[in-house]
């Protein structure tokens, strides 16, 4: 099974709230599947953003997922979709680099941003996801907060972070287990691969 199944599988079993087959269409439409998950940090190859959303549902269900606490629909929501803002974000260019052995420039493709809709990180994932199906606030807060301190509002010393993760337990797991998977467990895929 790839990336692509088991992301699809992860979504039906866990998410039945309304409109939620309407996204998962609009994602066949994007190169949600395709994309890479980062220009040449981690999931720098085609299908990086896919594996990356795998992944941290994986590592939100082995570590942080509590029964009786926690719902799996809001895990699977919050680990799957919290990149959705990825797509339609990257386009593959050239550049030219010069060959150690040759001597010769040759074309080299890589990853370049191209953001058409300029909103934020987490925001714009929110936004994303708000067009086909509402979430619960625990969700929307966590998914905005996903980036930690690594987003660039939480840079300007907002209080309104800390406050996220105090009353929002689902917020510091999503964020933990981000972590986790860009950092460990996806340390072997930040080299852009060809397209």
């Known amino acids: 099974m790839d990336y692509k199944e088991r992301f699809e599988e992860i979504y039906r079993e866990n998410i039945s709230r309304s409109g939620s087959e309407e996204l998962l269409e609009w994602l066949e439409k994007t190169d949600f599947f395709t994309a890479p998950a980062s220009t040449k940090f981690h999931g720098a190859c085609q299908g990086g953003l896919v594996q990356h959303s795998v992944n941290v549902y994986e590592v939100m269900m082995e570590k942080h997922f509590e029964e009786n606490v926690d719902s799996r629909e809001s895990f699977a929501i919050c680990a799957l979709l919290h990149d959705l803002c ?110």
């Open 86 to 195: 990825k797509a339609q974000f990257y386009k593959v260019s050239t550049r030219n680099v010069k060959n150690e052995n040759t001597g010769a420039w040759e074309k080299q493709p890589y990853y370049s941003i191209e953001d058409s809709f300029p909103y934020g990180h987490g925001e714009k994932s929110v936004f994303l996801i708000e067009r086909f199906m509402r979430l619960k606030t625990s969700e929307a807060v966590a998914i905005r907060w996903h980036m930690g301190g690594f987003d660039e509002a939480a840079r300007g010393g907002s209080f309104a972070i800390s406050q996220a993760y105090d009353r929002y337990p689902l917020a510091v797991k999503l964020h933990l287990a981000d972590l986790e998977s860009t950092y460990l467990r996806e340390k072997g895929t930040s080299s852009v691969r060809k397209p």
